[in-house]
């Protein structure tokens, strides 16, 4: 269970995420949504204690029971690397170019479990099969010879290898086409039942939100404006800003501009189905 209580982040006396409360049950998909500049990341780079220096953190962040923003760093790196875990936008990034993603995969199991060399070869293929990759192949690949999409699912393969509790997304898809998009969110979701994972899910995309999310909050200039159930937030907004936010989703069809709110479900499965 991750719990945020009056998170506060602020550089000098300016407060760019002011006094948020957050919780996400074990198995459950939270996204957090909202404009550029809103204080998403922000919010998901406190949990991991990777704000940059400059910035001053205030509240209480836990998960299950013990609160991360008291741990030492080593224990927090610890905490980190096998219960929570990141994947970002910037998938590149999830990989050094030249070294074999299985090696990189490798070294992850290595630094935190004690299991010989053939078994962590096993479950890296494994996590890699997991994702629909061909694990043995991709095992032997450099991140060169991987598409933006294969790249993207190896990031999650390696981000779900340690079995963490929660699972930290922020815009995981939006360097990628739609239809690949889909298929990355359909990863996170099959990871989410197969190992009870709580997810966070930093998207300023509402598209995909029905499908994939259980529960939505929205941002807005670091302030938490809204938060519930995906239905009632999509369908009965409470708050302007969520309104405006809806209105300005791009249309799934070239039938012009509709409001997520106004879709039934089943014309908007219609819609996202025409993209699988
Ligand atoms: N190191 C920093 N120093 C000062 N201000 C910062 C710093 N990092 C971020 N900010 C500011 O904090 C605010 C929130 O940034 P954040 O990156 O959390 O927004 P976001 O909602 O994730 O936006 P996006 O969707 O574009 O990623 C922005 O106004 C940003 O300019």
């Not at 009056?6 to 000098?12: E, I, K, P, Q, R």
């Not at 995969?105 to 290595?110: C, K, S, T, V």
């Not at 790249?151 to 699972?167: D, E, F, T, V, Y």
């Amino acid at each position: 269970m991750l719990n945020i209580h009056n998170l506060t982040v602020a550089s000098g006396s300016r407060e760019l995420v002011k006094g948020i409360n957050l919780e996400i049950a074990p198995g459950e998909w939270l996204a957090l949504a909202g404009e550029s500049g809103s204080g998403k990341s922000l919010t998901a780079a406190s949990i991991g204690g990777l704000l940059p220096k400059e910035l001053k953190l205030s509240g209480t962040i836990s998960w299950n029971g013990s609160t991360l923003t008291s741990l030492s760093p080593s224990l927090r790196r610890k905490t980190l690397g096998k219960e929570i875990s990141y994947i970002f936008q910037d998938y590149q990034g999830a990989f050094t170019p030249f070294i074999t993603i299985g090696k990189q995969l490798d070294e992850l199991l290595r630094a935190h479990t004690d299991l010989e060399r053939q078994r962590r070869k096993n479950m890296c293929i494994d996590a890699l099969d997991n994702v629909n990759l061909p694990g043995g192949r991709v095992y032997t690949s450099y991140p060169f010879q991987l598409s933006g999409g294969q790249l993207q699912r190896a990031a999650i393969a390696s981000a779900l290898l340690l079995n963490p509790g929660l699972l930290i997304a922020d815009e995981p898809t939006t360097a990628l086409d739609s239809l690949t998009a889909q298929k990355v969110l359909k990863y996170i979701a099959k990871a989410k039942e197969r190992l009870n994972l709580s997810v966070l899910w930093i998207t300023h995309d509402l598209r995909h939100v029905r499908k994939f999310a259980d529960r939505v909050a929205v941002m807005r200039k670091g302030e938490i404006v809204e938060q519930g159930a995906k239905d009632q937030v999509l369908n009965s907004p409470a708050h302007a800003y969520t309104s405006r936010l809806l209105a300005a989703i791009p249309p799934l069809s070239p039938n012009g501009p509709r409001r997520l709110g106004q879709l039934s479900k089943n014309s908007l499965q219609r819609e996202e189905g025409a993209l699988l």
